[in-house]
């Protein structure tokens, strides 16, 4: 009986979601500063640093997000690895629905060490926000556009251009105020090639805005340039300066 009326009470509050009373938005400027260690296995076997920059600026009817990650080592000041990733998205919402959103996004990558010169995503489509509060956050998009790759010339490997359909979820669960669960996938798929990427994370309060993070992201292309592998992981540990 008891378990009958959790599970009536469970399907109520998920039907009844969007009329429920939210965390308060949060409008304006926020992100996040990170740095650590990072260690690779796959195209490169390697330990070393990385670090990355995530802003978010917010109002009632747009948002607009960036990331920058960089990840370099150099051994007697000769490269032995490089990769670095840019993005830049612009959400607007829907007046009537204002958990639906249409968004435009362009996103580089340039992977020297899997002859990557530049890796260009340029996409638009719709996504949801499930559920965005202090402890939990679940959203979801998907969106069609162009993914273009030039690979480097001593790869010998023909350039790509194809059309492509993205789907991303984005997960976080805050067990208390200090202990949070990060989960996220990306898959970005054409006629050509597919790729997908996901993190997988743990982020504990250590101080005010100092966090520490332990990741683990793993990176998929089924058709990579000749002489590579097909998997990339990557285990970060870091230290997080939210602001």
């Known amino acids: 009986m008891n378990k009958n009326v959790l599970l009536l009470a469970l399907g109520s509050t998920l039907i009844t979601q969007p009329v429920l009373a939210e965390d308060e938005p949060k409008h304006g400027l926020s992100g996040a500063g990170e740095a650590g260690y990072a260690n690779t296995t796959g195209n490169v076997i390697s330990e070393s640093m990385y670090a990355a920059l995530t802003a978010d600026y917010k109002q009632t009817d747009y948002r607009l997000k960036g990331l920058v990650e960089a990840k370099n080592k150099s051994e007697d000041k000769v490269a032995t690895e490089e990769r670095y ?30 002859d990557i ?7 638009a489509g719709m ?3 499930f559920y965005d509060e202090t402890d939990l956050i679940l959203a979801t998009e998907v969106g069609l556009g162009r993914q273009t790759t ?7 490997q023909k350039d790509l ?10 997960f976080e669960y ?13 898959v970005y798929s054409g006629s050509d090639q597919m790729q997908y990427e996901t993190n997988t994370g743990i982020k504990v309060k250590l101080n ?13 292309n089924d058709t990579p340039a000749a002489g590579n ?4 992981t990557e285990t970060f540990l870091t230290l997080i300066y939210d602001f």
């Open 85 to 114: 990733v840019g993005e830049v998205q612009a959400d607007w919402f829907l007046n009537a629905y204002p958990q639906a959103y249409g968004f435009g996004q362009v996103r580089l990558e340039n992977d020297r060490f899997v």
């Open 117 to 123: 010169d530049l890796n260009t995503y340029l996409l």
């Open 127 to 129: 996504g949801y926000s």
């Open 150 to 156: 030039n690979y480097a010339n001593a790869s010998g």
């Open 161 to 170: 251009s194809q059309s492509i359909l993205k789907a991303s979820a984005n």
């Open 174 to 186: 805050g067990f208390n105020q200090n202990v949070r669960f990060l989960q996220d996938i990306a």
């Open 208 to 220: 005010g805005s100092l966090s520490l993070k332990a990741n683990n992201k793993i990176r998929h």
């Open 229 to 232: 592998v097909k998997k990339d």
